[in-house]
């Protein structure tokens, strides 16, 4: 317990005042160099994540649809609901903010997770095939579960039925 490997920090500075936040923040990754520790960075934060993060997942309703190198992920999100997340994060450059994308409806409960890619009700892309078939993780350094990704994103494999 002394002398861990691995630490699972749940939203450790979401209560916190921004200044209190980044010196916890920098703390954190001070005792990381030192001690050589690995860190689940669990957060809701995007500039918290990008922050502190080497790698990056991007979870839907309890699913990674996204995961990678974290310049890779924010600089070239694949994923629909990575792109938007990325496009509601404030920034400094006020045209930035008209590229906001708001998506539809609300997020629906993870009781209920809707049949096919879960995301589908709430993209702007769906298409018949994400009603029907779930995406897989897919791609090589950067993976995404989208059967129709962004940029230059590979074309998710489809989840065996069942
Ligand atoms: S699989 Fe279809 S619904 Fe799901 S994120 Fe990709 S485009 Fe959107």
Not at 52 to 57: G, H, L, N, R
Not at 97 to 116: C, M, N, T
Request: net charge negative; proline share 10%.
């Amino acid at each position: 317990m002394l002398e861990p490997e691995v630490l699972v920090l749940d939203e450790p500075v979401s209560a916190l005042d921004v200044s209190i936040q980044s010196s916890v923040l920098n703390l954190l990754i001070d005792l990381q160099e030192r001690m050589q520790l690995a860190y689940l960075f669990i957060s809701h934060d995007l500039s918290v994540v990008r922050h502190v993060a080497d790698d990056v997942t991007v979870m839907y309703l309890g699913r990674a649809v996204e995961t990678g190198p974290k310049d890779m992920i924010f600089d070239n999100p694949q994923h629909p609901y990575t792109k938007a997340l990325l496009s509601a994060t404030p920034r400094a450059d006020p045209e930035a903010s008209k590229e906001r994308i708001k998506l539809q409806g609300e997020l629906p409960s993870p009781l209920a997770v809707p049949p096919g890619c879960a995301f589908a009700p709430r993209c702007w892309k769906a298409q018949d095939k994400c009603r029907a078939a779930r995406p897989l993780l897919d791609g090589a350094t950067q993976k995404s579960a989208c059967f129709f990704p962004e940029g230059d994103g590979k074309p998710s494999a489809e989840a065996p039925a069942g």
